[in-house]
Structures are given as C-alpha cells and as structure tokens.
T-cell receptor, first 118, second 116 residues
Framework: NAGVTQTPKFQVLKTGQSMTLQCAQD?????MYWYRQDPGMGLRLIYY???????DKGEVPNGYNVSRLNKREFSLRLESAAPSQTSVYFC?????????????????FGDGTRLSIL | AQSVTQLGSHVSVSEGALVLLRCNYS??????LFWYVQYPNQGLQLLLK??????LVKGINGFEAEFKKSETSFHLTKPSAHMSDAAEYFC??????????????FGSGTRLSIRP
C-alpha cells in the first residue's frame, strides 16, 4: 500500500524556470492538500482540493497553481520559479466528513519534494 | 483566530528520561487535536489524536497526550526516551473550512534530541 506518492523527490531549478510537482494517493480520499515546510515555520497550506474538480487557495498561494486531475492526483505548478520558493513541499490527503464539518481524520503525507531554486 | 503554539523549538533529553513536548492551542470551537512526528527526509506521520471522549490519548511508540480544556493544552509525553525517538514533532488542530475540506493548522514544530 503506497499511500501518498510524490515525484520528484529532489529538484534544482534556475530562477524563472517552471515545473510541476506530482502527487498521487491510493486511499480513495476526497481531500488533497499541498503544503510547504520552511525552517521554524511548520507547514503552511498552499492549496487544497475538497473533491475532484475543485480547488481552493490556502495561506500562501501566490506563485503557484494546482490541478486536481482526478480523485487520485493533485499537481502543483510553479510557473516562474523564484528563490523564495526554495522549500520542501508536501502533499497530503484525508477523508473528510462533508461541507463545513471538521474532520477527525488525520492527513496522510507523502515523503516530500525538496526543491532548490538558484 | 485559531492557532497552535509549541513551546521550545528544540528539546534535548537523556535516553531513559521523561519526554515532555508542550502544545497550547487557541480555538473558537471544541478542538480536534493531533500530534505528528517527522523523521529526517520523511513526511509527517500521525502519532495520536484527540477528538472527543477520554482526555488522555495513547498513541504509537509509547507516546501519550492529555487534553486539558481549562489550560487549552495538549502536551505530549513519553515516560522513557529511546534514541529512535529523535525527530521533529508537530502539534496540530483541525478546523472546518468550506468546500468540504478540513484545514489543519500546524505548530512550528519541536525538534527532540536524545542524549546517550
């Protein structure tokens, strides 16, 4: 059981380049999330998707776009990479209870993508 | 506004000693609370969670946490530290957001080091 799979694991980009981070989950979860992790700042939510075909902004969406391709896959795109986007990116998924209802289900995380932008 | 505060960005204990990692939360609704652990070069894994019911929650690897509403705290403890417990630990609170998803707010993390 793979859980949440992220590719690539590592990437180095030059300023201005674009790339897409891929995420897939095999747990049939409705909700998927993209976070970035920076030292001393915990995890900050970039975008999330409550279901196939829907996406919403999180805390730090600027400079990113997302696509919920189907129930399994949720990709994150950097159109024009900047050094401030150097970070570790995590994808997560969870089973949520429905509109406006807090979930008591944990989020399941991938192993992360370590992205450096020069 | 909802928030999570972890006291101490780095905690160091001796092997066999008590581990205590502190977490305080702010929430306008009864909280759902989580502790996650992150080992080097890995994602976060759930240690334990509190939703309703018993306020003392037991998790994996011998960890437990107690929900204290009067103190708005959810501290993580383990009676006897092992070298394998060295990792970063995150406290988190779950909140409802629109579009059927739940938002989790994470604390900034506490790095636990174990001295031989």
């Amino acid at each position: 059981n793979a859980g949440v799979t992220q590719t690539p694991k590592f990437q180095v980009l030059k300023t201005g380049q674009s790339m897409t981070l891929q995420c897939a989950q095999d747990m049939n979860h409705n909700s998927m999330y993209w976070y970035r992790q920076d030292p001393g700042m915990g995890l900050r939510l970039i975008y999330y998707s409550a279901s196939e075909g829907t996406t919403d902004k999180g805390e730090v969406p600027n400079g990113y776009n997302v696509s919920r391709l189907n129930k399994r896959e949720f990709s994150l795109r950097l159109e024009s990479a900047a050094p401030s986007q150097t970070s570790v990116y995590f994808c997560a998924s969870s089973e949520d209870r429905g509109r406006g209802m807090r979930s008591n289900q944990p989020q399941h995380f991938g192993d992360g993508t370590r992205l450096s932008i020069l | 506004a909802q928030s999570v505060t972890q006291l101490g960005s780095h905690v160091s204990v001796s092997e066999g000693a008590l581990v205590l990692l502190r977490c305080n939360y702010s929430s306008s609704v009864p909280p759902y609370l989580f502790w996650y652990v992150q080992y080097p070069n890995q994602g976060l894994q759930l240690l334990l969670k509190y939703t309703t019911g018993a306020t003392l929650v037991k998790g994996i690897n011998g960890f437990e946490a107690e929900f204290k509403k009067s103190e708005t705290s959810f501290h993580l403890t383990k009676p006897s530290a092992h070298m394998s417990d060295a990792a970063e630990y995150f406290c988190a609170v779950s909140l409802p957001i629109r579009s059927s998803a739940s938002k989790i707010i994470f604390g900034s993390g506490t790095r636990l080091s174990i001295r031989p």
